[in-house]
């Protein structure tokens, strides 16, 4: 009998390598110049000017070129009909320039660092300390996308893309969260409620994207910061279904849970790149099971979330698939109501749907299939379930689904046979559905059980049989290669513009704490 394991933490993967360093520079009253006369120098003008810089063009042309914006008289511009020297830079928090040769860059560089300053040589990378990049405007909420001066059209194309996700109403709740932040601070709650406060700001901002807020929002929001104040929030479990492994397939509610969680308690066929989008601070700890290996117990993990729920936090069990399906879910449950800790279910796509999305299947069709039926390969011993109603197996109107069939796969189908199911009906195995690493085989009921073992050691495995399974034109079913079905369901997803709020939740973005 092996050792079980115990809960382990977990470390967030570090951050890649950077380009470039995104930063956001406060020139509110500082000296900025600009040199230059281009259409490129004119934009960046009002660019600079925006920011309530101290803005001063040195530009032969400046009269004609820059004097409507410096007549606006929202800008701070101050224009100088002539070319630039290298005084005019001292003092300068940053210099921008529009240069015609490699020698005027590098002439241009140089004295802005002897003056100390940071520059930027308009479309020439190799001089920038720093470069502009795309920008979504709803300040004080800012997105800015860089290409590191690579492929600027790439970057507006990413910039178009989002600005269609954003409302522009989004500008006056992030102007709320900045004008209302001092009355929350004034407080002096924890931090624990003031996270709580603004995480409530936020799912009411991305609720209500198309409307400003109002004062009837700050005071109900206040008063909300009172309560919790008065009484912090108690601790909470959240079942979590994480889906079979392509990020993609995660629900809004799922990635929300996510984002709210002090602590994750995962499994370890959780996809990285899902943990990636809960917040970076949070505490990470795998929990999880390996089939026929060291596990961390059941009783350990209910203790687990029990304890932590009980310090106040809020606790996501993020499982593979769908919480509710073999997942173990009912003794967690049971344990959290047991110990009085309110749990919530966020149900996720389970593998075997996955799979056959991933298949190119329908589970279910009115002509083969009409009833569908969810079995797992195992039970406590390890061991087939004594009570699975072979009969129902071998109906040739359903299509079965096993779950982790790997070691009683020859005594699945045996069985199944020996009680009328046909040797010949069709069978598929997926290992790692919806991932990059899919791997899939296909037979009959005589042939399938053989056959998993050329799947990757490891991998969980899913399992269908019945007329549904049937991979040829008969079915009316075409395959693609993984990775042409990977790209095509990308330029679909891509084509379809999604309702602006819908396209807000999916991104949630943060305007606070």
């Known amino acids: 009998m092996s050792t079980p394991a115990v809960p382990r933490p977990t470390e967030p993967p570090r951050i890649g390598a950077l380009a470039t360093l995104p930063l956001f520079h406060k020139l509110g009253g500082r000296r900025v110049v600009l040199a230059g006369d281009g259409e490129g120098a004119v934009w960046k003008a009002e660019l600079l000017g925006s920011t309530g810089a101290d803005l001063h063009v040195f530009s032969p042309h400046a009269a004609g070129r820059f004097r409507p914006l410096a007549e606006r008289g929202d800008l701070a511009i101050t224009l100088h009909a002539r070319a630039w020297t290298p005084e005019d830079l001292t003092g300068a928090a940053l210099v921008v320039a529009e240069a015609e040769s490699d020698e005027e860059a590098e002439a241009f560089v140089a004295a802005g660092h002897a003056a100390g300053a940071v520059v930027n040589v308009i479309d020439r990378?190799?001089?920038?300390?720093?470069?502009?990049?795309?920008?979504?405007?709803?300040?004080?909420?800012?997105?800015?996308?860089?290409?590191?001066?690579?492929?600027?059209?790439f970057g507006q194309a990413i910039r178009a893309r989002i600005e269609s996700l954003l409302p522009?109403?989004?500008?006056?709740?992030?102007?709320?969260?900045?004008?209302?932040?001092?009355?929350?601070?004034?407080?002096?709650?924890?931090?624990?409620?003031?996270?709580?406060?603004?995480?409530?700001?936020?799912?009411?901002?991305?609720?209500?994207?198309?409307?400003?807020?109002?004062?009837?929002?700050?005071?109900?929001?206040?008063?909300?910061l009172d309560r919790l104040?008065?009484?912090?929030?108690?601790?909470?479990?959240?079942?979590?279904?994480?889906?079979?492994?392509?990020?993609?397939?995660?629900?809004?509610?799922?990635?929300?849970?996510?984002?709210?969680?002090?602590?994750?308690?995962?499994?370890?066929?959780?996809?990285?790149?899902?943990?990636?989008?809960?917040?970076?601070?949070?505490?990470?700890?795998?929990?999880?099971?390996?089939?026929?290996?060291?596990?961390?117990?059941?009783?350990?993990?209910?203790?687990?979330?029990?304890?932590?729920a009980r310090e106040g936090k809020t606790v996501v069990r993020l499982k593979s698939g769908d919480?509710?399906?073999?997942?173990?879910?009912?003794?967690?449950?049971?344990?959290?109501?047991?110990?009085?800790?309110?749990?919530?279910?966020?149900?996720?796509?389970?593998?075997?749907?996955?799979?056959?999305?991933?298949?190119?299947?329908?589970?279910?069709?009115?002509?083969?299939?009409?009833?569908?039926?969810?079995?797992?390969g195992h039970g406590r011993d390890g061991r087939l379930p004594a009570s699975i109603r072979w009969c129902a197996v071998a109906d040739p109107t359903v299509t079965t689904v096993v779950y982790m069939p790997r070691r009683t796969a020859r005594a699945f189908t045996d069985a199944a046979m020996v009680n009328g199911l046909s040797p010949e009906t069709p069978?598929?195995?997926?290992?790692?559905?919806?991932?990059?690493?899919?791997?899939?085989?296909?037979?009959?009921?005589?042939?399938?059980?053989?056959?998993?073992?050329?799947?990757?050691?490891?991998?969980?495995?899913?399992l269908i049989i019945g007329e549904a399974s049937r991979l040829d034109s008969a079915a009316g079913t075409h395959v693609l290669p993984q990775e042409a079905m990977r790209e095509t369901s990308r330029h679909d997803a891509a084509d379809v513009p999604l309702p602006s709020s819908i396209g807000v939740a999916r991104k949630q973005v943060q305007l606070a704490e």
């Open 323 to 376: 919480p509710g399906i073999f997942g173990r879910a009912g003794e967690e449950i049971a344990a959290c109501r047991e110990a009085g800790i309110p749990v919530t279910i966020v149900p996720g796509i389970t593998s075997a749907q996955g799979a056959a999305a991933s298949l190119g299947l329908s589970l279910t069709d009115r002509a083969h299939a009409q009833r569908l039926q969810f079995i797992t």
């Open 427 to 462: 069978a598929v195995a997926v290992a790692w559905a919806t991932r990059d690493n899919e791997a899939r085989i296909s037979g009959t009921a005589a042939t399938i059980a053989e056959r998993l073992a050329t799947l990757p050691e490891g991998a969980p495995v899913i």
């Open 229 to 308: 104040d008065a009484a912090p929030p108690a601790g909470r479990v959240l079942l979590v279904g994480a889906g079979p492994g392509d990020p993609d397939l995660l629900t809004l509610k799922a990635l929300r849970a996510l984002q709210s969680a002090d602590v994750i308690l995962h499994d370890n066929l959780v996809a990285p790149a899902i943990l990636e989008l809960a917040r970076r601070e949070v505490r990470r700890v795998a929990v999880g099971k390996i089939g026929h290996g060291p596990s961390v117990l059941q009783e350990d993990i209910n203790d687990l979330l029990v304890s932590l």
């Open 168 to 224: 522009r109403s989004l500008k006056a709740w992030a102007e709320a969260a900045r004008d209302w932040r001092p009355a929350v601070q004034a407080r002096e709650a924890s931090f624990a409620v003031r996270r709580a406060f603004w995480q409530l700001f936020t799912d009411r901002a991305l609720a209500d994207a198309g409307r400003a807020p109002t004062d009837a929002d700050r005071d109900e929001l206040l008063a909300g």
């Open 125 to 153: 990378p190799a001089y920038c300390d720093a470069q502009f990049g795309a920008l979504v405007n709803r300040s004080p909420l800012i997105v800015a996308i860089s290409t590191d001066g690579a492929a600027p059209v």
